[in-house]
């Protein structure tokens, strides 16, 4: 699932995403999709959310295997979709089936395993739990595991490190002030890690933290797993 802001944002972690799971023997395809409907859910639209989840539950019909998605947003919304969709009694198994199929990049990627092995990743690494895994899809290891198996990663503790930067889909356009307060705390905590690397798993959080990053001018990075792994699994650093 390639995602609104992902897939024209950070375009390239859904390449990346893509030979992360071809490297797992996988065989990937890219259906005709639409939104998932996570901004205007956000907005309390919700008449388009289920419009647009219906439309993505009849594309995805078509296809098999499981979904995965690189964006926790995206993923908390695509898992939502048979909540959203309970009361309708035309959509709700087709919404239950399309659920049961959907799975974020990390937990995938961590049930199996890669045809190679990674070559030496020598960085110091902090990891930010995207609100929208760890607390909306109760994910919280499986990218600290993905992490672990780089050599040469030094994962560094980080305080809060499951607490909001201050993206939270639209929170950081209608509450700004606010948005910044949240961020300048994690930065903080994330400039007290002294790591090279900062790593997500949402577009929010990343475009997020690269501001912070930005402004307090520091010399670390704000990377998407995906874009870890990649690095690692394909190109031997």
Partial sequence: FAGCVMDIFYNHVNHASIRL????????????????????????????????????IELFEDTEGQIVVTAAGCGAM????????K????????????????????????????AASPGVFSRK???????????????HDAPRQLLA????????????????CGSAGIFNLTHSDLSLK???RKMSYLEDTGADIVVTT?????LQIEKGIADRKLSM?????????????SQKP
């Fill in 202 to 206: 949402n577009p929010g959080c990343l």
């Fill in 21 to 56: 799971l071809t490297g797992q023997r996988f065989i990937v395809k890219v259906p005709e999709q639409t939104c998932c409907g996570a901004l205007a859910f956000h907005g309390g639209q919700v008449d388009i959310a289920v419009k647009l989840a219906k439309r993505n």
């Fill in 125 to 139: 690494v902090a990891y930010h739990a995207a609100c929208h895994l760890a607390h909306a899809q109760k994910i």
């Fill in 78 to 85: 695509l898992k939502s979709y048979a909540d959203l969709l």
């Fill in 87 to 114: 009361s309708d009694e035309l959509w709700r198994e087709r919404a239950a089936r399309f659920v049961a199929r959907v799975e974020d990049l990390s937990e995938f990627l961590c049930k199996h395993e890669f």
């Fill in 182 to 184: 949240i961020l300048d």
């Fill in 221 to 233: 990075t704000a990377l998407h797993l995906a874009e870890v792994l990649d690095f690692a699994f």
């Fill in 149 to 164: 198996r780089l050599p040469g990663v030094e994962l560094i503790p980080l305080a809060e490190s499951e607490h909001c």
